[in-house]
């Protein structure tokens, strides 16, 4: 996510005081003023501050245009300039992130699986994008599918309550009851009188 960093008038003193080559003045100073901008929720005029710069290979004008344009609600837009950064540095999940930001916003379900994957394969241990695609499967109904990324998300943090108990119930409903009950007495030491896990307990007596 695109956090506001400076302000134009910052970014003319240090201007004032360090020397730096016009280009790269040019470049922050439209930064600088796209990020007022936005502050005042004024997208359309921050887009055109980028625009006045926008350089087809930078990787960072790209994932600015998309966080404006994601901004703007103009969906499509922000997207097309999120695939134009992976293209450029394509061993960065940053922009896979964006889109699943974007994808969310529009329940794009296929599109958010997708880039999980993508994050995945760049990124095999990422806890949160095998957890996260674990539930994209558990609640499809491909329990197979969805224990095999939610047994990577619990091996890295095996005490971690939402691996525990997603994990828990996925191999209920695949009928490993000996390792559901495991895993829901485990929930028990980080939950106490965990409603959804007693639940779990219960239904296998």
């Not at 921050?46 to 930078?58: H, Q, V």
């Not at 600015?64 to 992976?86: D, F, H, P, T």
């Not at 958010?112 to 609640?139: H, M, R, V």
């Not at 559901?180 to 779990?200: C, T, W």
């Amino acid at each position: 996510m695109m956090k506001y960093f400076k302000t134009v008038s910052f970014a003319l003193l240090f201007f004032s005081i360090v020397h730096v080559p016009a280009q790269n003045k040019k470049i922050i100073t439209a930064f600088a003023t796209s990020y007022t901008f936005q502050e005042q929720a004024n997208y359309e005029a921050a887009i055109a501050e980028i625009n006045k710069i926008y350089k087809e290979d930078s990787y960072e004008i790209n994932l600015r245009m998309g966080w404006l344009y994601y901004l703007s609600e103009n969906n499509v837009q922000a997207i097309n300039y999120y695939k134009k950064a992976a293209v450029i540095m394509p061993a960065s999940t940053e922009p896979q992130w964006n889109m699943i930001t974007v994808y969310t916003k529009t329940e794009n379900w296929i599109g958010i699986e997708k880039q999980y994957l993508s994050i995945i394969e760049l990124d095999p241990k990422n806890t949160t994008a095998n957890y996260n695609l674990g539930l994209i499967y558990y609640y499809r109904k491909e329990f197979p599918t969805a224990k095999k990324y939610f047994d990577v998300a619990l091996n890295i943090k095996p005490f971690g309550y939402n691996n525990l108990l997603m994990s828990a119930w996925t191999n209920y409903f695949l009928g490993n009851r000996n390792n559901a009950s495991i895993l829901f007495n485990k929930v028990l030491l980080y939950s106490p009188n965990d409603p959804s896990a007693l639940e779990g307990l219960a239904m296998m007596k």
